[in-house]
């Protein structure tokens, strides 16, 4: 627990540093596949810290995400099992007994999540306070239609990051207390309402 606290304070102090473009990135793009700590955490003080570069904060943290679930993606889908759906390789055992998020349980009971629920399972962890790795790397193990992945990861990515940054943008540190608060509560709700009127849309349809 300590570990994880203080590589915690250590991302708060990469708000600090002169190169925050490049730490966004990196913490954006490690984090869809092992790191840890989630990248609101830098992206918040960064755009406190300059305000007026609210969206482009958004952005890279957008598309290095992406870029790390594209990476995560093929781990899963060229270096996670010994023997194909039966047997979970050296570095999948690796992953599951340090990075947290990943663990043998949460892969066996999201397989059957993806046959019903494919996009929405990727689009709700990529927006959520899910752990985005364990889609990422689940989605290329189980053979999840990579396009499909794509549009869900981007679609669900950018709206969380570029929401974080707008709220910034708009309101300032009045505004951090409620992000750090609610939104995450805010955008599962959010998911959960727009998940369900999708699943009424199409028993009508049916």
């Known amino acids: 627990m300590n570990l994880f606290k203080n590589i915690y304070n250590w991302v708060l102090g990469l708000s600090k540093k002169k190169n925050s473009e490049f730490s966004i990135s990196f913490l954006s793009f490690s984090e869809s ?20 570069k609210s969206f482009y ?6 598309v290095s995400s992406i ?8 781990i899963g889908k060229t270096l996670w099992w010994s023997v194909p759906d039966i047997e979970y390789s050296a ?10 998020g990943l663990t043998i349980d949460s892969f066996n009971k999201i ?3 993806y046959e019903e629920w494919n996009f929405w399972i990727v689009f709700t962890a990529g927006f959520t306070p899910i752990p985005f790795k364990l889609i990422t790397i689940s989605s290329g193990t189980f053979n ?3 396009f499909m992945f794509i549009i869900a990861s981007a679609l669900s990515r950018s709206a969380r ?26 955008v599962i709700l959010f998911t959960i309402l727009l998940i369900t009127g999708f699943v009424v849309i199409k028993l009508f349809i049916d």
């Open 161 to 186: 990051f570029f929401l974080l940054g707008a709220l910034i943008f708009v309101f300032g540190e009045k505004i951090r207390f409620f992000i750090e608060k609610y939104f995450n509560l805010l």
């Open 57 to 62: 904060f958004a952005f890279l943290c957008s």
């Open 91 to 100: 570095l999948a055992n690796l992953f599951f007994e340090y990075v947290p």
């Open 144 to 146: 999840i239609n990579f």
């Open 111 to 113: 397989k059957n999540l």
């Open 33 to 52: 596949f092992f790191f840890p700590i989630p990248p609101d955490v830098l992206l918040i003080p960064l755009c406190l810290g300059s305000r007026n």
């Open 67 to 74: 870029a790390g679930g594209v990476f995560g993606y093929f």
